[in-house]
């Protein structure tokens, strides 16, 4: 495969300034990954601490209640991950159907904002509107005949207000890129799906969605990543001692770990061991895309 | 929780810098076991240096520069004045020959970051303030200075008595290996013990007596909740202030004798943690009770600090334990909006004959340490005399106007190396108590005559300075403290030094069991969980911590 430069150099010099910054701040630091085998003293330096192997890991696997936190992240990141799949597709394909041109762009621009709430604002407003005494959820459910439920404060609904909570934040990213995927579907094959007679949701079913297939395959595979990453900023804003067994996740607790000393070993070794892990995860997702769908990712 | 506390403390000192200026003018008799400033008398050009040491000049030829880092302060400088050139590095320019150059500054949120940053690095000031885990890195590090002779040859009386005012745990804290590593930075832990607030007009609505007991604590508390003491019809209000991170715990957790994560000394002279004790769990089975009996808000699990002090300024809860300066924080606000509110301090209540003892920590939150090799580490004891004498000891107001307070900023914030003495805002509670009764304020320095008029303020009906009186008018929270110094109601942590690694190993978990223990036996578990509990801190830790705590003890002691 020849590697054709010249043609196409003004591109590649406008990704040059990208690159580099990649290679300093995102391969250069990966000779960190010493610091999760060592007993890390800052003023040492990485060179100079004391090699410890595995012991950090070990560590963190030997805290008490760490297999419930390992549950709770994979759970949590798990439904995350599926709502952060479907949700958006869903949204993509109604919205998709509106035929007003500027009611659809207001739509997509309003369901884009939350994403650029931090956790912070939003944790506040969740707080006020989840409160079983005072807040507007509660009053619906209980116009409805509900008793008013501590959402906050119970191990039961925790995970469940996380979930829903981020895939309101979260959905408009990937929607707007489902957009996309759908508007780059040539016309013309809709146009010979409805002389052969497709109704709307035939159209759906057999040109939308197989057109979206690459883009869906590629967001499925990268959301895979975060298996372990149930989302610090958020569970770290919203959680208290009431809810710590179900909503107690690994980087809580390595968070927790950091306010008396500044561990870095052991951070950086779950670091770690979240990388490798959703290094697995990726993987086997490209492999059974390729498999599977017959489609290469990169 | 910790962070609470250290955002309590600043807020505490920060409130002790309105009070700035505490000047020992020959009459003041000290009503405490306070030793006084023994150079009181010294005319404000002596530095009072002793003198039997390898000579050091009074003022360095040429002059010397010294790096330091500091936080960013909200006072104002004078207009034209900065961060390295302001009326006290002007001093320590013309009277020591020494210069101040800032290498870096960072809000109070990030100074720990970029502070880290420095020591990784390597790249430390030549002196600077620096909290109890960082100060043990640098020791372990090598690379701060000894200053056990700099010390003992070169700092004044008046900064030796201000260092050890508070007793000798200060500099014991702040020695390793026999060697003084740094000048503690001592504050005034004394005076920032919880005091009990109870809504007075409440009390009076519902005809309850004032609390002398902690079983009148417990029956205020039981009224404030069911007999609709705001009168608006609706069950919505409560007895006791609580949160989340179980900041407002400890004035009611002493009552009961129970501690929270100190360790005292049992019967046989040994340290033993004292949120393992039984005392603990009577006082926890007291709070089940009382969220049983809805004195508690239920949603107390999602409200942070701030919100339960909305909630105390909106009358929904009638009874908080709180230090000294809640007058000014947080009830000034709410006593603004609604005037009709009413509060009275009380100490803390026993729940038996006993007297209740208040929790102390150590009375050193940072340390002054000055880099390895640096020439002239007496340089700072210089910087600290000054300090001393201009905030405690002077009364000339022209002195007061241009270093101390200029009527528009704490200008003495900005004095490079400072140390507090143990107890100030009661003895200035007092002056200026004696002032309102003579109508003399002659014997007042500039800062306590700036609090008498505030005082005098709200006694002639301005609502804003319904604060000052609450805690320094003659029935003023100070009051309550000045009670308990004199009783010597206090229970001192004797774990005094920073964390030892196996505290950095297991805290972490040992804490969130603990968190989570007190949390389900509050909303409801059975007391079996505090067994549970004991047994497994014990095995998952904490009876090797306990050991090596003792060795330190027995090594220290």
């Given at each position: 495969?020849?590697?054709?430069i010249?043609?196409?150099?003004?591109?590649h010099f406008?990704?040059?300034?990208?690159?580099?910054?990649?290679?300093?701040?995102?391969?250069?630091?990966?000779?960190?990954?010493?610091?999760?085998?060592?007993?890390?003293?800052?003023?040492?330096?990485?060179?100079?601490?004391?090699?410890?192997?595995?012991?950090?890991?070990?560590?963190?696997f030997?805290?008490?209640?760490?297999?419930?936190?390992?549950?709770?992240?994979v759970?949590?990141?798990?439904?995350?991950?599926?709502?952060?799949?479907?949700?958006?597709?869903?949204?993509?394909?109604?919205?998709n159907?509106?035929?007003?041109?500027?009611?659809?762009?207001?739509i997509?621009?309003?369901i884009?904002?939350?994403?650029?709430?931090?956790?912070?604002i939003l944790s506040?407003?969740?707080?006020?509107?989840?409160?079983p005494?005072?807040?507007?959820?509660?009053?619906?459910?209980?116009?409805?005949?509900?008793?008013?439920?501590?959402?906050?404060?119970?191990?039961?609904?925790?995970?469940?207000?996380?979930?829903?909570s981020?895939?309101?934040?979260?959905?408009?990213?990937?929607?707007?890129?489902?957009?996309?995927?759908?508007?780059?579907?040539?016309?013309?094959?809709?146009?010979?799906?409805?002389i052969?007679?497709?109704?709307?949701?035939r159209?759906?079913?057999?040109?939308?969605l197989?057109?979206?297939?690459?883009?869906?395959?590629?967001?499925?595979?990268?959301?895979?990543?975060n298996v372990?990453?149930?989302?610090?900023?958020?569970?770290?804003?919203?959680?208290?001692?009431?809810v710590?067994?179900?909503?107690?996740?690994?980087?809580?607790?390595?968070y927790?770990?950091?306010?008396?000393?500044?561990?870095?070993?052991?951070?950086?070794?779950?670091?770690?061991l979240?990388?490798?892990?959703?290094?697995?995860?990726i993987?086997?997702?490209?492999?059974?895309?390729?498999?599977?769908?017959?489609?290469?990712?990169? | 929780?910790?962070?609470?506390?250290?955002?309590?403390?600043?807020?505490?000192?920060?409130?002790t810098?309105?009070?700035?200026?505490c000047?020992s003018?020959?009459?003041?008799k000290?009503?405490?076991?306070?030793?006084?400033t023994?150079?009181?008398?010294t005319?404000?050009?002596?530095?009072?240096?002793?003198?039997?040491?390898?000579?050091?000049?009074?003022?360095?030829?040429p002059?010397?520069?010294?790096?330091?880092?500091?936080?960013?302060?909200?006072?104002?400088?004078?207009?034209g004045?900065?961060?390295?050139?302001?009326?006290?590095?002007?001093?320590?320019?013309?009277?020591?020959?020494?210069?101040?150059?800032?290498?870096?500054?960072a809000?109070?949120?990030?100074m720990?970051q970029?502070?880290?940053?420095?020591?990784?690095?390597?790249?430390?000031?030549?002196?600077?303030?620096?909290?109890?885990?960082?100060?043990?890195?640098l020791?372990?590090?090598?690379?701060?200075?000894?200053?056990?002779?700099?010390?003992?040859?070169?700092?004044?009386?008046?900064?030796?008595?201000?260092?050890?005012?508070?007793?000798?745990q200060?500099?014991?804290?702040?020695?390793?290996?026999?060697?003084?590593m740094?000048?503690?930075y001592?504050s005034l832990?004394?005076?920032?013990?919880?005091?009990l607030?109870?809504?007075?007009?409440?009390?009076?609505?519902?005809?309850?007596?004032?609390?002398?007991t902690?079983a009148?604590?417990l029956?205020?508390?039981?009224?404030?909740?069911?007999?609709?003491?705001?009168?608006?019809?609706?069950?919505?209000?409560?007895?006791?202030?609580?949160?989340?991170?179980?900041a407002?715990?400890?004035?009611?957790?002493?009552?009961?004798?129970?501690?929270?994560d100190?360790?005292?000394?049992?019967?046989?002279?040994?340290?033993?943690y004292?949120?393992?004790?039984?005392?603990?769990?009577t006082?926890?089975?007291?709070?089940?009770?009382?969220?049983?009996?809805?004195?508690?808000?239920?949603?107390?699990?999602?409200?942070?600090?701030?919100?339960?002090?909305e909630?105390?300024?909106?009358?929904?809860?009638?009874?908080f334990?709180?230090?000294?300066?809640?007058?000014?924080?947080?009830?000034?606000?709410?006593?603004?909006?609604?005037?009709?509110?009413?509060?009275?301090?009380?100490?803390?209540?026993?729940?038996?004959?006993?007297?209740?003892?208040n929790?102390?920590?150590?009375?050193?939150?940072t340390?002054?340490?000055?880099?390895?090799?640096?020439?002239?580490p007496?340089?700072?004891?210089?910087?600290?005399?000054?300090?001393?004498?201009?905030?405690?000891?002077?009364?000339?107001?022209?002195?007061n106007?241009?270093?101390?307070?200029?009527?528009?900023?704490?200008?003495?914030?900005?004095?490079?190396?400072?140390?507090?003495?143990?107890?100030?805002?009661?003895?200035?509670?007092?002056?200026?108590?004696?002032?309102l009764?003579?109508?003399?304020?002659?014997?007042?320095?500039g800062?306590?005559?700036?609090?008498?008029?505030?005082?005098?303020?709200?006694?002639?009906?301005?609502?804003?300075?319904?604060?000052?009186?609450?805690?320094?008018?003659?029935?003023g929270?100070?009051?309550?403290v000045?009670?308990?110094?004199?009783?010597?109601?206090?229970?001192?942590?004797?774990?005094?030094?920073?964390?030892?690694?196996?505290?950095t190993?297991?805290?972490?978990a040992?804490?969130?069991?603990?968190?989570e223990?007190?949390?389900?036996?509050?909303?409801?578990?059975?007391?079996?969980?505090?067994?549970?509990?004991?047994?497994?801190?014990?095995?998952?830790?904490?009876?090797?911590?306990?050991?090596?705590v003792?060795?330190?003890?027995?090594?220290?002691?």
């Open positions: 495969m020849k590697l054709k010249k043609p196409n150099f003004p591109l406008m990704i040059l300034p990208g690159f580099i910054l990649v290679l300093i701040y995102s391969y250069g630091p990966m000779a960190g990954i010493l610091i999760a085998f060592e007993k890390y003293i800052p003023t040492k330096g990485i060179l100079h601490s004391k090699w410890i192997g595995f012991d950090n890991f070990e560590y963190m030997n805290q008490p209640g760490i297999g419930r936190v390992f549950v709770n992240t759970y949590i990141a798990s439904m995350k991950i599926i709502a952060g799949l479907i949700t958006p597709l869903i949204i993509a394909l109604a919205l159907e509106i035929g007003r041109k500027y009611f659809k762009r207001l997509q621009t309003l884009y904002l939350p994403y650029f709430l931090s956790w912070v506040g407003i969740l707080i006020d509107i989840l409160s005494s005072t807040g507007i959820v509660n009053h619906f459910l209980q116009w409805l005949g509900f008793e008013p439920i501590y959402f906050l404060g119970s191990n039961h609904w925790f995970p469940y207000v996380l979930v829903a981020n895939e309101w934040k979260e959905f408009g990213f990937s929607t707007i890129v489902y957009l996309a995927a759908i508007t780059s579907i040539n016309p013309t094959l809709y146009e010979a799906g409805v052969d007679g497709a109704n709307r949701i159209q759906t079913w057999h040109i939308t197989p057109g979206m297939r690459p883009i869906i395959i590629l967001l499925a595979t990268l959301s895979l990543a372990l990453n149930a989302g610090f900023d958020q569970v770290f804003n919203l959680y208290s001692t009431q710590l067994e179900s909503g107690d996740i690994i980087d809580t607790v390595v927790r770990m950091g306010l008396e000393n500044v561990q870095y070993g052991p951070a950086t070794a779950i670091g770690l979240k990388s490798v892990v959703s290094t697995f995860f993987s086997i997702a490209y492999y059974l895309a390729y498999r599977l769908a017959d489609y290469r990712i990169f | 929780m910790k962070k609470t506390m250290s955002v309590v403390f600043c807020i505490m000192l920060a409130l810098a309105v009070l700035a200026g000047s003018s020959n009459n003041n000290p009503e405490n076991q306070a030793t006084g023994g150079g009181a008398s005319a404000p050009s002596d530095t009072g240096e002793a003198s039997h040491a390898p000579a050091v000049p009074e003022k360095y030829d002059p010397i520069t010294l790096t330091t880092a500091s936080t960013v302060l909200a006072e104002k400088l004078p207009e004045d900065s961060v390295d050139n302001n009326a006290w590095t002007r001093l320590y320019e013309q009277k020591y020959g020494i210069k101040i150059k800032t290498e870096f500054q809000d109070g949120a990030t720990p970029r502070m880290n940053l420095a020591i990784t690095s390597g790249d430390i000031p030549d002196f600077f303030q620096v909290p109890p885990a960082q100060f043990k890195q020791v372990e590090a090598d690379m701060v200075e000894d200053l056990t002779d700099v010390f003992n040859n070169y700092a004044s009386e008046r900064v030796k008595n201000v260092i050890n005012e508070g007793g000798p200060a500099l014991k804290s702040a020695t390793v290996d026999g060697k003084l740094a000048i503690p001592t832990p004394k005076e920032g013990v919880p005091i607030y109870v809504r007075s007009d409440w009390l009076k609505k519902l005809n309850l007596p004032e609390p002398k902690m009148d604590v029956a205020i508390s039981t009224a404030f909740t069911e007999q609709d003491p705001d009168g608006n019809g609706k069950p919505d209000t409560y007895g006791l202030a609580m949160d989340k991170d179980y407002y715990l400890k004035g009611f957790l002493n009552g009961f004798h129970a501690y929270q100190i360790w005292i000394k049992d019967s046989e002279g040994k340290l033993q004292s949120s393992i004790q039984p005392e603990m769990k006082a926890l089975q007291q709070l089940q009770n009382l969220f049983k009996g809805k004195q508690i808000d239920p949603e107390f699990g999602t409200k942070g600090f701030d919100k339960v002090l909630s105390l300024n909106t009358s929904k809860i009638g009874m334990y709180f230090p000294f300066f809640a007058g000014l924080y947080p009830l000034q606000a709410g006593i603004t909006k609604d005037p009709t509110m009413e509060w009275k301090p009380y100490p803390i209540v026993s729940v038996d004959d006993k007297p209740a003892l929790q102390l920590n150590l009375n050193v939150d340390y002054w340490v000055v880099k390895k090799g640096v020439e002239h007496e340089a700072i004891l210089k910087m600290l005399d000054s300090f001393v004498e201009i905030f405690y000891e002077n009364t000339d107001p022209d002195i106007t241009e270093f101390v307070n200029d009527g528009n900023s704490q200008i003495w914030a900005y004095a490079n190396v400072q140390a507090y003495r143990a107890f100030k805002n009661i003895n200035q509670r007092l002056k200026v108590n004696k002032s009764e003579t109508k003399d304020t002659s014997e007042l320095t800062d306590d005559k700036n609090v008498y008029d505030n005082v005098v303020k709200y006694l002639d009906g301005d609502i804003n300075f319904w604060g000052w009186n609450f805690i320094y008018g003659p029935e929270s100070l009051g309550v000045s009670g308990y110094v004199e009783r010597d109601q206090y229970m001192q942590n004797e774990f005094i030094t920073s964390s030892l690694p196996i505290m190993e297991k805290n972490a040992l804490l969130k069991l603990q968190n223990m007190i949390t389900k036996i509050i909303l409801g578990a059975s007391m079996d969980e505090f067994d549970k509990f004991v047994a497994n801190w014990k095995k998952l830790g904490g009876d090797e911590i306990t050991k090596e003792n060795e330190w003890y027995a090594a220290n002691n």
